[in-house]
């Protein structure tokens, strides 16, 4: 099965500064890697997600970047807000079925004034 | 709101009681998912269900028996559960589960469980 990695566990930034959260996998066939966010009080949704066959992907702010070889990717949030303090996880689909997901342990993410 | 509604949204219960949860989307999905979210662990995925067909079972403990009975309801039956059992219970759905390509999954805001 897949076993994914993420750093830091926190991290606080100040508004307008940029954060950047890493995760490592070990399965070479992953070709999915989503990232999603958790606010207090809800459930992880989908921000941006990344397939094997491009190495960077933007939206707005949020840009995703993988690096097959080294099999890492890594979230870059631009010009960060308060809103975007909350819990962010990586995942990596399970060899073979593209919808069963291993998620890393989280990044709390704390954006000050 | 992600079109996926979980009720309690908060549960106390002893060892001994019998409890149940419940997830309904409003997607038309196909999918549907229960995760275990424990404090400082990532998220554990314990039961998938496929065109209402379980096809994952993640080594549960059998204190924990789920129930499809159509594609927009899921349940999660709790019976003689233990302290570390307390934890956030996450339900999912996605279009599809059996595919090449990913299909997103979207979650409830969870059943924050307490086992005393």
């Known amino acids: 099965g897949e076993n994914v990695e993420q750093h830091p566990s926190t991290l606080s930034v100040q508004e307008g500064d940029s954060a950047v959260i890493k995760c490592t996998y070990s399965?070479?066939?992953?070709?999915?890697f989503p990232w999603y966010k958790q606010e207090l009080g809800k459930g992880p949704q989908l921000i941006i997600d990344?397939?094997?066959?491009?190495g960077e992907k933007k939206d707005q702010r949020i840009a995703v970047t993988l690096n097959k070889t080294a099999k890492h990717f890594s979230l870059h949030i631009t010009e960060t807000q308060p809103e975007d303090s909350a819990v962010y996880f990586c995942?990596?689909?399970?060899?073979?079925?593209?919808?069963?997901?291993?998620f890393g342990t989280g990044t709390r993410l704390q954006v000050t004034l | 709101e992600t079109g996926v509604t979980q009720t309690p949204r908060h549960l106390v219960m002893g060892m001994t009681n019998k409890k149940s949860l419940k997830c309904e989307q409003h997607?038309?999905?196909?999918?549907m998912y229960w995760y275990k979210q424990s404090a400082k662990k990532p998220l554990e995925l314990m039961f998938v269900?496929?065109?209402?067909?379980?096809?994952e079972n993640n080594s549960v403990p059998s204190r924990f028996s789920p129930e499809c009975p159509n594609s927009s309801h899921l349940f999660l039956h709790l019976h003689t559960l233990q302290p570390e059992d307390s934890a956030l219970y996450l339900c999912?759905?996605?279009?599809?589960?059996?595919?090449?390509?990913?299909?997103?999954?979207?979650f409830g805001p969870g059943t924050r469980l307490t086992v005393t």
């Open positions: 399965d070479s066939a992953s070709n999915y």
């Open positions: 269900y496929s065109l209402e067909e379980r096809v």
């Open positions: 997607l038309g999905h196909n999918a």
């Open positions: 999912a759905s996605s279009q599809v589960y059996y595919s090449d390509s990913p299909y997103e999954q979207y």
């Open positions: 995942a990596a689909p399970f060899t073979g079925t593209a919808s069963k997901l291993t």
């Open positions: 990344i397939r094997s066959n491009v």
